[in-house]
């Protein structure tokens, strides 16, 4: 099967068309023929070899980890999904195994969900890690509730755009900080309170909307953190969930200064073991129309080089998909 490859680590250069032979599933696992795959900062930050410390690779490595396709076969004592399946999940990247930037890609079983009705492969593509992230950092995590405020820290990247919906459908009031070419885009996504991060006094147009501070900050901005703030943010019983770049940001003392105040400090990583059931209940809020596509922009899968240094500079509005096959294999 194709694939872009890298042989290790480096800049978006070392990426380059490969073949390889088609995966075959095991117990648990399920093959998909992917058709479009998303671009994740974490697919870079992997490719540079950032979590090389933590996890073992194996070369020529297939990065990424958001995949939209059909199932093509499944591996002995899978039942939820048979072939020709529309299905959106997650690679196993994260252990080290070839993600979804090919032809094919292995999935375990429990890490894929059915495709919303009337999202696309490409839409869908754009949910597995952006989606679940936020979802889990607001629902579990966060416990964000009915009636509550949440400030959500880059609310125009790709966790930040479900995020919001996410927030909304749980009834909740949303601000989110965004750069002013931003600010149409995440209202047209349902916050109520755009703040553009370049203006500054970021604590005092927070208060003002939410007198006493917000009850949950999703920090989804990795290293331009809003966690020195937390303390001037935060409501009292409130939670600050942080959604970590390689590791949390958040020193001992300031997250024992914040007990004190009965405000929370935490990361999105306490809730990671439940990621499956995050896809689940994002797969069913999609379908139900709580959550809407973010915005998209594609590229073919020859061009992931240029799709990583554009992720690289931080500035893509909702998300980054590569095309693998033809949108109408479906
Ligand atoms: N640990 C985990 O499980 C996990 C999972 C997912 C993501 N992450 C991390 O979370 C971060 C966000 O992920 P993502 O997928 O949402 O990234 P992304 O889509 O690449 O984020 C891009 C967005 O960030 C915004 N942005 C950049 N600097 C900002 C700032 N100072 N303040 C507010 N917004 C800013 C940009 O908006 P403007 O153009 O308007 O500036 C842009 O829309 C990344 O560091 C990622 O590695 C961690």
Redesign the pocket.
């Known amino acids: 099967m194709r694939a872009m490859v890298i042989d290790g680590f480096g800049d978006a250069g070392v990426l380059r068309w490969g073949d390889l032979p088609q995966p075959v599933p095991g117990p648990g696992e399920v093959l998909v023929r992917v058709v479009c795959a998303g671009v994740?900062?974490?697919d870079w930050?992997t490719r540079e070899g950032k979590l090389s410390a933590y996890i073992d690779y194996h070369f020529p490595f297939v990065l990424g980890f958001d995949l939209a396709g059909l199932v093509e076969a499944v591996g002995e004592g899978v039942e939820a999904f048979q072939p020709g399946d529309r299905v959106f999940g997650m690679s196993r990247q994260g252990q080290g195994l070839d993600g979804s930037y090919a032809e094919y890609c292995i999935a375990g079983a429990a890490f894929l969900a059915p495709l919303p009705p009337r999202w696309s492969f490409a839409q869908a593509a754009a949910l597995p890690?952006?989606g679940t992230?936020a979802y889990g950092g607001i629902v579990d995590a966060g416990e964000l509730g009915v009636g509550q405020s949440v400030l959500i820290?880059?609310?125009?990247?790709?966790?930040?755009?479900i995020g919001i919906q996410v927030a909304k459908a749980l009834g909740a009031r949303v601000a989110v900080?965004?750069?002013?070419?931003?600010q149409a885009y995440v209202r047209g996504l349902g916050a109520d309170l755009a703040i553009d991060?370049r203006g500054g006094d970021l604590a005092g147009k927070v208060r003002a909307w939410a007198p006493g501070g917000v009850d949950l900050v999703l920090d989804?901005?990795?290293?331009?953190t809003l966690l020195p703030a937390a303390l001037d943010i935060v409501a009292p019983g409130g939670r600050y969930v942080e959604?970590?770049?390689l590791m949390s940001r958040a020193s001992d003392e300031l997250v024992a200064e914040a007990a004190k105040r009965d405000i929370r400090i935490l990361?999105?990583?306490v809730a990671?073991a439940r990621l499956p059931e995050h896809l689940k209940g994002l797969a069913a809020l999609c379908a139900a129309g709580g959550v809407k596509p973010p915005a998209i922009e594609a590229m073919p899968l020859g061009d992931a080089a240029e799709a990583h240094r554009r992720?690289e500079a931080?500035?893509?509005?909702?998300?980054i998909i590569l095309d693998v096959a033809d949108h109408d294999a479906g």
């Open positions: 994740n900062p974490a930050k890690v952006a992230t820290n880059g609310g125009a990247g790709g966790v930040g755009s900080t965004c750069g002013a070419d931003n991060y989804a901005v990795g290293l331009d959604i970590e770049t990361s999105n990583m990671v992720v931080q500035h893509v509005r909702g998300k």
